[in-house]
């Protein structure tokens, strides 16, 4: 059995992978837990804490090396094998994420888009072509789906990522602005929140302006 | 001087503002914490430590006054004034951001957008106009812009998220797939990785994968 990790490391491995790639890239082979952490923001006890999670990975008095804790990442991280993924809702949104190409470098392959909307029918980004929703059913049935991209208004979310569970997908990228309710509680669900991030966003100003404000009366 | 408030907590704020509006509109009045927290999948001690962050808000015996916890938490996240946003990328996803009604609900209004590609230029996305890049320092003299959205190449990414800041724009909303080198440390950035989230997503799926297998192995 493994062991539970907590969300707050998971959500730290893929920023430990995108800047070990670009060390990659920059000819770097070898690099101490203190300048991966200088770089990144993170201190050196936090990146050693949440690799060894993992098993460890560095060697003391070395570091680590960077091409073998990149490929290492990647499996924790599943990028070994190809992930098919179908788009729910061929709007803009929808034909942003099929128009990105950078997933395909990890594995991630976008097979499909769906839309109920006749005009898109038969058209294709970036040569992926938009079915209509109706003919889900069929394609999933000739065709594996590892993943389905939700981006349709969150009025129609639940319905239709129940019926994609009920089609034995098992795992939903969410982008409609709901936390869905799906019957199957198994369903891995991982949900991009565009409004929770603008708050976030928006937090931090209100907290900048406070503390100016607080900084002025401190004056007066 | 505000206490430091952790991004997990942060993090947790704008769902918890979310719920609340989706129970206002339910017609809810009152609720207490553990309701709360079986809805929100939270545990209701971890709701109380959270709001006790920014004091409290509860009753003993009462719970929570909904409208009101939801306005309160409203200024915490500073929703309560407005925020102008230009988006930087008038491709598929500055087209969706733009399109996307529901930040306007929140105080968040898109302005312009821009971008480098002539065929855009002038045409308009929900009645905001798509300005030429070169057009944008003209802009921001005359115009108060709160956040500007990167919806745009990485390469391009902290040249032009530099040059934003040199023109006095203070927070950034950062979907290119880079963590932003400002030259300024004060400037607000919130990004959202696609890739990392879809990575998260996939480790999930690896981690049934392990699991099941580790089950099938220890039945052989």
Redesign the interface.
Known sequence: ??KEIS??V??R???Y??YLGELIDAGVERISSSDLSSRMNVTASQIRQDLNNFGGFGQQGYGYNVKHLYEEIG?????GEQ?AIIIIGA???G???A??T??GK?G?VITALFDVNPDLKGKKVRGIEIHMLEELDAFTKHHKV??AALTLPKSKADTIANHLVELGI??I?NFA?V?LDLADKNV?V?S????????????????????LH?WKSSLS
Chains 1, 2 share one sequence.
């Open positions: 059995m493994e969300q707050a998971i959500r491995m893929p920023r992978y995108r499996k924790i991280l599943g990028l992930h709007g803009n949104l034909q942003a994420l128009n990105y950078d997933f990890f991630f590892d993943i098992s795992a990228w602005h936390d891995i991982e991009v929140h565009l409004s929770d991030s603008l708050m976030q966003l928006s937090y931090n100003i209100a907290k900048d302006k406070r503390a607080g």
